[in-house]
């Protein structure tokens, strides 16, 4: 439902209308409005009342609202006239005047589905004020439009229709002029096409040109001023709508650049932030559960996040686009993750020494240009308790400098057997400075400690886990782990024009793991007794990361190209101090346990056994370009060193 069309102070009352004269009132062009009259609609079945005063508008959509209205008491509105705006000079100048369709066109149309309007062909014409965009119909067919503006995103629905093209059922063209990223047409349903104009500051404006056949748009790039009377009216709209949520049409992990997925040849699948929420995910595998061929392989001792993407162990999980290196990269915490692209495939081109089953992209949340303030507590079994805010908005009043700030506590008690359960308290703060129009620099920092138990999991025996309770533990109640991780960087870019962009990042992390537990050595399936060494594992990991690069855009005839060139610099620190007793193991029956009867781990009483300091530099080169065709051929190649 979009609403309807009003032109003048007038109060209607439909209840109860007959099949044979009835027509379907199926959308609202606000933004055709050019009046200053108050209207408030209530859908309240069977009867709708819509009562018009003063000068705005409140619309309450509260509830889904699809409303018939018969032709008799729209006929009492056929003597209103529609005050639009007069036509801009230079399409006078062309020969041509616009024509907009009256109330009664808008509103009345025939809903007999044996006369649906097939269009047969889309053609694209520049001009100099701008676009103009030619629906090709039948001989007699006619397309009435219905406009709106989303965003960006001029809107304009045909009703009755349907998309008979050679090509397919869809039409897209990126980039036809310039103010105009986008132009698409899809079959919404059997009976509905709708065009889709992208603008690229503004929606752009689109009006009627007469013929005598074909449906003419003539476009604008840029939306121009309303008159006055639009200005003095407040439109309210309360309710829930019917946006897809969960569709996020863009992602930056097949090309590193922001590209619309239908344009990447690669498959890649996007998991929303509105999922992590309706979901509740508190662990980054439950997430991925959503993602099919992606599963988990284990955590290394409750310290590392381990997962298998086609079969192909040790997915790297990338953060923002970095990658991290080392033994223990922790458990990733997702409070400020905006939401998590997975590419399946090979990506050895744009990130180095990957396997070839794909790579996990996690995209952090950004600072917001208008208030916004969240929080959340989650309570569960096994005393889980989670507390968290969500804090974003502008710190200036010119709004050049913005910050986002979520923080957490998570406590759990686990279902296993340990004394001690989980706790983890995380912050991450981020500062956005918009330099200039044209140039950006955030800066972010994210801290997390915890404390967890060291869990290697069960033994197996023969082809399968033996036969014991899953909360039974191998090692001893009191091993803990601890954990202290820094990541500091920032991100800066500048667009040298709409075309050619840089963009230089940097990334420090700091982890530093403390393990000390009691670890599984042999195993004697015949007495069921599991021998263990003592241990006490102290490793420091640095990873340095910068990357440089240059992402262009231009076309060659109709073929559009995106080109990315760039650096990556990376450099991994690890320290690993490890004291370990292989010559007093400890035994335990792990059918009829006994815990306790272990010494106290103390390192400085435990054998050295590693004690080593490994440095690893990276260096990575690459060139990779896109192509789109008009034809909506996609293609993408690269090479790295």
């Excluded at 929080?375 to 710190?395: E, K, T, W, Y």
């Amino acid at each position: 439902m979009s609403g309807i069309l009003l032109t003048s102070s007038v109060s209607v009352i439909v209840a109860n209308p007959t099949r044979a004269d009835v027509v379907k009132v199926t959308g609202v062009p606000l933004n055709s409005i050019n009046t200053g009259l108050e209207t408030e609609v209530v859908a309240a079945p069977p009867e709708l009342a819509i009562d018009i005063s003063t000068p705005s508008v409140t619309v309450d959509t509260s509830s889904t609202l699809e409303t018939l209205v018969t032709a008799e008491e729209l006929s009492k509105l056929s003597n209103l006239t529609p005050s639009w705006q007069q036509s801009p000079n230079q399409w006078q100048q062309a020969g041509q005047s616009r024509l907009f369709p009256s109330g009664q066109d808008v509103l009345v149309q025939n809903n007999n589905r044996d006369q649906i309007v097939k269009v047969t062909g889309i053609n694209l014409e520049r001009i100099e004020e701008g676009l103009q965009i030619i629906l090709e119909t039948a001989t007699g067919q006619k397309l009435v439009p219905l406009i709106l503006s989303e965003g960006n995103n001029l809107v304009v629905d045909f009703l009755d229709a349907t998309l008979a093209l050679p090509t397919g059922n869809e039409f897209r063209e990126t980039n036809p002029v310039k103010g105009i990223t986008e132009v698409s047409v899809t079959q919404v349903d059997e009976s509905i096409i709708r065009l889709t104009i992208t603008g690229e500051n503004n929606a752009p404006n689109a009006e009627v040109i007469p013929s005598e056949q074909n449906l003419v748009l003539g476009v604008r790039p840029e939306a121009t001023a309303q008159t006055e009377a639009d200005e003095e009216i407040e439109i309210i709209a309360t309710g829930e709508g019917e946006e897809d949520d969960y569709f996020v049409p863009n992602a930056i992990t097949g090309t590193r650049t922001e590209t619309p997925l239908l344009d990447i040849p690669q498959s890649i699948q996007v998991i929303p932030q509105e999922v992590l929420e309706d979901q509740q995910v508190i662990r980054l595998e439950d997430a991925l559960r959503n993602i099919s061929g992606v599963t988990p392989s284990g955590t290394n001792g409750n310290s590392t996040t381990l997962f298998n993407i086609r079969g192909f162990s040790d997915a790297p999980i990338l953060r923002d686009g970095f990658r991290e290196f080392g033994t223990y990269r922790g458990l990733p915490e997702t409070a400020d993750l905006e939401r998590i692209e997975v590419l399946r495939g090979p990506a050895s081109i744009l990130y180095g020494e990957v396997q070839p089953g794909g790579v996990i992209n996690l995209v952090s949340k950004q600072p917001l240009s208008e208030p916004f303030y969240s929080g959340q507590l989650q309570v569960g079994s096994r005393n889980l308790i989670r507390p968290q805010i969500d804090l974003s908005g502008p710190l200036t009043s010119d709004g050049n400098l913005l910050y986002r700030l979520n923080a957490l506590y998570f406590q759990d008690d686990g279902f296993r057997d340990f004394d001690e359960g989980i706790e983890r308290f995380f912050v991450a703060p981020t500062v956005k400075w918009q330099i200039s129009d044209r140039t950006d620099l955030t800066v972010r920092l994210r801290y997390t400690d915890e404390e967890i138990p060291v869990d290697n999991g069960l033994i197996a025996v023969g082809d399968s886990v033996a036969d014991i309770p899953f909360d039974r533990i191998t090692g001893e109640p009191d091993n803990i782990g601890t954990r202290e991780f820094i990541d500091v960087g920032y991100d800066f870019e500048h667009r040298f024009s709409d075309n050619w962009k840089l963009r230089n990042a940097f990334r420090y992390t700091d982890r530093n793991t403390l393990n000390v537990l009691a670890n599984a050595f042999e195993f004697d399936e015949a007495t069921g007794i599991l021998q263990r060494f003592l241990g006490l594992q102290d490793i420091d990991t640095q990873n340095y990361s910068l990357q440089t690069n240059l992402v262009g855009e231009f076309a060659t005839g109709s073929i559009d190209h995106t080109l990315l060139f760039g650096v990556d610099l990376q450099r991994t620190d690890e320290r690993d101090n490890t004291n370990a007793d292989f010559s007093n193991l400890q035994p335990l029956n792990i059918f009829d346990p006994v815990y306790g009867l272990v010494p106290d781990i103390d390192g400085d009483d435990l054998p050295l056994a590693i004690n080593e300091d490994i440095q690893t530099d990276r260096l990575g080169v690459y060139l990779a370009r896109s192509n789109q065709h008009p034809r909506q051929l996609n293609f993408a190649g690269g090479s790295s060193l």
